[in-house]
């Protein structure tokens, strides 16, 4: 029955790997023909591996973002860019045009304001039937964790940037 209505998936927590187990649905998802969009918030273009790839047959990665956003930073372009993410993500939600939408950080657009979370609470109700959809980021808030039919958290339990080291290129981005 749910595979039939579709299925939302969130991956929170403060640990690694939220966006990697996406991405690792969407690899498994083409082996069996299915077709995964990935729409990336806060995640400037070309910056991560995965973003890189070409021609890879039944994922699809779009990144909105507009470069790293610290405290004090104009919001505004990232504001920009979240709200162009948004308008694919929600023609696919509504549209159906993929098997599987990851809305990857879509937590963090929420929680700094850059979406309005019940704009997507409304819009994940009205997804098309068959549609699954994944939700990652940290602090993701409340509502999408009680919306959503499998639940995630990611607890970090060691990370080699608590010793100061540098993200790790093809692991970490």
């Known amino acids: 029955m749910t595979e039939k209505n579709g299925l939302i998936i ?20 083409a082996g069996h023909g299915k077709k995964t969009v990935i729409v990336q918030f806060l995640k400037e273009n070309q910056k991560s591996g995965e973003q890189l790839l070409r021609d890879v047959p039944l994922i699809e990665i779009h990144a909105f ?21 948004w308008k694919t993500a929600e023609n696919m939600i509504l549209s159906g045009g993929t098997d599987i939408l990851v809305l990857d950080e879509v937590s963090h657009a929420i929680n700094l304001g850059f979406l309005p979370q019940s704009l997507i609470l409304e819009t994940l109700r009205r997804r098309k039937k068959g549609l699954h ?8 808030p409340q509502d ?12 970090e339990l060691r990370h080699i940037y608590t010793s100061g080291q540098p993200a790790v290129k093809g692991i970490d981005y």
């Open 133 to 140: 959809i994944i939700l990652t980021g940290r602090d993701m």
């Open 10 to 29: 969130a991956f929170t927590g403060p640990g690694k790997g939220k966006t990697t187990a996406a991405l690792g649905i969407a690899l498994r998802a």
């Open 65 to 85: 973002g507009a470069g790293f956003f610290r405290p004090g930073d104009d919001p505004q372009p990232q504001k920009e860019a979240a709200e162009k993410g």
């Open 144 to 155: 999408l964790i009680e919306i959503a039919h499998i639940a995630t958290e990611m607890k």
